[in-house]
C-alpha cells in the first residue's frame, strides 16, 4: 500500500488529495447544470430567426400530444400487416420467400422512420417553400421512410 505523501494526508478510503474534490462532487465541473441547446426551427433562405426552444410557442418543434399518439397509433397499426408478412414469408411456407422477407423487413424499418419524418411536418415546423429542408434531419426521414416503403412494396409485388 503506497504512503502518502509528507505533507499530504490522504482522503477517505486512501484516495489522494487531488482526487477527492471530483469524487466528492465539490469540482463546479460536474455540479453546474449543462446549458440548454436550442432548437433551430427551418428557415427560408434569406431570413432569420431567433433560437426556439422545443415546446415553446410558435416553435412548432412540437406537435400536439393528440397527434403524436394519432401517428403512433397509425405506425403500430400498419405494422402489424409487415410482421404478418415476415412471420408467413419465413415461418409458414417450406420455401422461405426472399420477397416476403425483404418487402417485410424494408416495411418494418420504413415505418418509424417515416412518423418520425412525418411528426415535424403535422407540428408546422418546416417551411413550404424551403426545398433544401427535406435533405436536413428531420425532415430527410420522411424522405428515407417514404423510399424505403416504396422499395417493400416493390420487392413485395
Known amino acids: 500500500m503506497a504512503q502518502p ?18 469524487l466528492s462532487h465539490e469540482d463546479p465541473r460536474y455540479t453546474e447544470p449543462m446549458p440548454a441547446r436550442g432548437y433551430r426551427a427551418a428557415q427560408p433562405a434569406g ?43 419465413l415461418f409458414q411456407t417450406d420455401v422461405i420467400s426472399a420477397p416476403g422477407v425483404i418487402g417485410g423487413t424494408l416495411m418494418l424499418i420504413g415505418l418509424p422512420m417515416f412518423a418520425a419524418g412525418v411528426l415535424p411536418v403535422m407540428g408546422g415546423a418546416v417551411p413550404a417553400d424551403d426545398t433544401r429542408a427535406l435533405l436536413r434531419p428531420p425532415l430527410v426521414y420522411l424522405m428515407a421512410g417514404a423510399v424505403l416503403l416504396l422499395a417493400a412494396g416493390a420487392a413485395a409485388g
Open 47 to 89: 431570413t432569420t430567426g431567433a433560437v426556439r426552444r422545443a415546446g415553446e410557442a410558435g416553435g412548432g418543434a412540437s406537435p400536439n400530444p393528440a397527434i403524436r399518439v394519432a401517428v403512433v397509433l397509425v405506425t403500430l397499426l400498419a405494422a402489424v400487416p409487415s410482421v404478418l408478412l415476415l412471420y408467413q414469408a
Open 5 to 22: 505523501v509528507v505533507g499530504q494526508s490522504a482522503g477517505p478510503a486512501g484516495i489522494p488529495p487531488s482526487l477527492s474534490p471530483m
